[in-house]
């Protein structure tokens, strides 16, 4: 976080799932003594953590560290505003400047997802309407992981934000009609994981990752493709990668993912790298972008 701080980032996102609890401490403890007015700071609701009966006892095998708190799915009014202030003791912070509604996506809740979007969109939306009337936050967002919960889990709810994860990439555009509407509703997105998980910056190999998995052949292919292409233009697999979400109108920032101080700092020298208009237009032509969607400047 120093790092990026030193680098000029002011954007900083946490939520309750991440670390059970961890993230927001490690965040909150980090901004606590920065002036409010300097930085931006979102965190999630959806889910309410507790003591479990036996701490010892919780399946912690998904987590490098994190905390042994358990947790229930709760979209409702009162479920929204207790993840809401146990976020804002989490991380000893008076304020934040918007909530995400966390991972109402299908595969993370079957078989409860209907019930638990009623719940979202009847009442979980009127405690974030609320904080956004009040002046509590400014505004009310969503993050989603996967592309097909972009066609119809977003209009359940009068959203500002969006944060996307892996559906619109240098890999794979399925997300671009959603974005479409999306710029054309307002709402505005960032992107999440610009780097596909891991292939975009370490190109094809052994150990490259996608989509959190071993990256399959064909993935590995068109990431090589990719990459002859970058170098002819002496750009950085990187750079194109955190470049190319931005030439959508939606999209307002990119999340670069990183886990040493050495990784931001590189990852912010690769971003600020310039791109020419060409190695988009001989992407397209290579049929390793689609042709139609909007290359940024």
């Known amino acids: ?106 595969f993370a809740h079957e078989p409860h997802w209907q019930s638990r979007m009623t719940d979202m969109s009847t009442s979980g939306i009127k405690a974030l309407e609320e904080l956004k009337r009040s002046g509590e936050i400014k505004a009310i967002g969503m993050g989603l992981n996967r592309v097909e919960s972009l066609d119809d889990i977003p209009d359940m709810v009068d959203l500002d934000f969006l944060i996307v994860a892996m559906a619109y990439t240098l890999l794979d555009q399925t997300g671009l009609a959603a974005l479409d509407r999306f710029a054309a509703r307002g709402v505005s997105v960032v992107i999440a994981t610009p780097f596909a998980s891991g292939i975009l910056v370490t190109g094809p190999g052994p150990e490259a990752r996608y989509m959190y998995q071993p990256a399959d052949a064909e993935i590995q292919e068109k990431t090589r493709r990719i990459k002859e292409i970058c170098d002819d233009h002496a750009v950085p697999l990187p750079s194109a990668a955190m470049r190319f979400p931005l030439g959508h109108p939606a999209v307002v920032s990119v999340i670069y993912g990183s886990a040493h101080p050495d990784e931001m700092r590189s990852n912010l020298a690769s971003g600020a790298k310039p791109v020419p208009p060409a190695l988009w237009a001989d992407l397209k032509s290579a049929g390793l972008l689609s042709k139609n969607v909007p290359a940024p400047d």
């Open 1 to 106: 976080m120093q790092a990026a701080w030193d680098g000029g980032v002011r954007y900083f996102d946490a939520a309750p799932w991440y670390g059970r609890g961890l993230s927001e401490h490690r965040v909150g403890d980090f901004l606590i003594d920065k002036p409010r007015d300097d930085f931006v700071l979102t965190t999630k609701v959806g889910r309410v953590f507790r003591r479990p009966a036996d701490p010892a006892k919780v399946d912690m095998s998904k987590w490098l560290g994190g905390l042994r708190f358990d947790f229930d799915f709760d979209y409702t009014y009162d479920g929204v505003m207790r993840s809401y202030e146990q976020s804002l003791m989490r991380m000893g912070i008076d304020t934040v400047d918007a909530l995400l509604i966390h991972d109402p996506d299908r």
